[in-house]
């Protein structure tokens, strides 16, 4: 049972957007394939897809797609989206996300998303799932540095006024872990999304949660 009197530790919660809160990694993994293809490029594998998520888009396809020459990199990144945006209303938040979400905003936290999708991306998901006014602000790859340079998150701090040490970052991939340490700031993984949870050791997580349930737990019981 969680003590709703305790004292906050983290004053900000950063959330990763796809694989942490939304179920799109498998979407996206197999956006990125069909993009490469499309261009003319060997299909990378779903672990090699799915290692770049997080980062902006750009960074990402030229990792997945490293035989596709520059001058085909904006075909390529159209080719993403026309694939996205085909089924991006298939997407759905994690079960017991908004639950978490009012959890955590009851009990006083600032809750913010830092995500390598794009402000327009980010906005169009925001609107569709009726979350924008769960978030105190947002950061998305196009309109700061991308992950795991600290910029958006030290925006985020700046902007709602919190210190590092009183920040925590979640997220799926080793990117956002990395971001996390860049910017000074605690973090906690999570295994449900794109990375495998034994490459977040060395980035020394406080927590790897394996659900959405055991992640509600742990903030409740420890941020």
Request: net charge negative; hydrophobic share 45%.
């Amino acid at each position: 049972m969680t003590d709703s009197s305790r004292p906050l530790r983290f004053d900000l919660i950063a959330f990763d957007w796809d694989g942490t809160l939304y179920d799109s990694t498998r979407l996206i993994v197999r956006c990125i394939q069909a993009a490469v293809i499309d261009v003319g490029g060997a299909k990378p594998s779903e672990n090699d897809a799915a290692w770049v998520i997080g980062l902006g888009l750009a960074e990402a396809l030229a990792r997945a797609a490293p035989d596709v020459p520059k001058e085909k990199y904006a075909e390529l990144g159209a080719r993403y989206r026309y694939h996205y945006l085909q089924h991006q209303d298939d997407l759905v938040l994690f079960d017991g996300v908004l639950q978490m979400l009012d959890a955590l905003r009851a009990r006083g936290h600032k809750l913010a998303v830092a995500t390598g999708k794009s402000r327009r991306g980010l906005n169009e998901a925001l609107k569709s799932v009726a979350l924008r006014d769960r978030f105190d602000a947002s950061r998305t790859a196009d309109e700061t540095f991308g992950k795991p340079h600290p910029r958006m998150l030290l925006e985020l701090m700046e902007e709602l006024e919190v210190p590092a040490e009183r920040t925590l970052m979640i997220g799926d991939t080793t990117h956002d872990l990395q971001l996390a340490l860049n910017a000074g700031c605690a973090s906690v993984g999570v295994s449900y999304g794109a990375h495998e949870s034994e490459s977040f050791d060395e980035l020394k997580p406080l927590f790897v949660a394996h659900s959405v349930a055991s992640l509600e737990t742990w903030l409740l019981d420890s941020a």
